[in-house]
């Protein structure tokens, strides 16, 4: 299939580095700003443009991989092109491509990416989203071509899913810098955590996050937590937090205890 890429960040990159490696064409790549594009085109082959007015209609398929309150603007000025136009968003509507353009869909990669990271992309979750049953048909032919796992996955769903990925992940990795800060101020490696990290993630692989909670709240360890809480005196904008996630989990402890 003949490929556009709208984009030149993370999800850009590794998107268009997997359809290249798939045996996908990859025709253009678009950026506002010429080395951004002309970087990843160099990688895949591809011309690297900075306006939309020089797409070239030759392509099968526009893929939008760009920040979500880009998206509107762009697929309105693709729309004349009358090309199947998707993007990669997790939090965005297939309407915001369907208003313009009949020919549209969603193409979202579950994973989180860093142009430097490499990732397998036969395990990343692909979820596939059409205006009709024949784009959804092609655009599941298209993503199995690059990852293993293809969801049909509507609108309402994406957003649940965005939604707990930003649990599962951002906020995870917001807590691992503030653990990071905390072991610093004690001249003290984060690396010291990483197995811990590493064993917790292993767990939820094969069991579910609520039957291998641990800690201190789970076992409504007061004194232990009540320490915790001293030691945040001087970091006033932690002492809530601790306090909000630990009684979520004393909470959930309960419910799930009473669900048995």
Not at 137 to 160: C, D, M, P
Not at 212 to 218: E, K, R, Y
């Amino acid at each position: 299939m003949r490929i556009t890429i709208i984009g030149s960040g993370n999800v850009a990159t590794h998107l268009a580095a997997a359809l290249k490696n798939a045996g996908h064409k990859i025709i253009q790549v678009f950026s506002p700003t010429y080395q951004n594009a002309a970087m990843l085109a160099y990688h895949v082959g591809a011309q690297p443009i900075d306006a939309l007015s020089e797409i070239d209609p030759v392509a099968d398929i526009f893929m939008i991989a760009v920040k979500d309150d880009a998206i509107e603007g762009i697929a309105k000025q693709l729309a004349a092109y009358n090309k199947l136009t998707v993007h990669t968003s997790g939090a965005t509507s297939l309407q915001t491509i369907l208003n313009y353009n009949p020919l549209s869909g969603v193409f979202y990669p579950l994973q989180t990416f860093s142009k430097t990271k490499e990732v397998d992309f036969w395990q990343v979750p692909l979820c596939i989203e059409g205006a009709d049953n024949d784009i959804t048909a092609q655009l599941e032919l298209l993503a199995q071509t690059i990852s293993n796992n293809v969801q049909r996955v509507s609108t309402s769903q994406r957003t649940i899913l965005h939604l707990a990925a930003v649990f599962a992940c951002n906020f995870p990795n917001n807590l691992y810098a503030i653990a990071q800060m905390l072991l610093a101020q004690h001249q003290l490696d984060f690396g010291l955590l990483r197995p811990l990290i590493m064993e917790t993630a292993q767990k939820v692989q094969t069991s579910l996050p609520i039957d291998v909670q641990t800690g201190p709240a789970v076992r409504n360890d007061t004194k232990t937590m009540a320490a915790h809480i001293d030691l945040l005196l001087d970091l006033p904008a932690l002492r809530p937090l601790y306090e909000a996630l630990s009684q979520s989990i004393i909470k959930m402890g309960i419910e799930h205890k009473a669900d048995k």
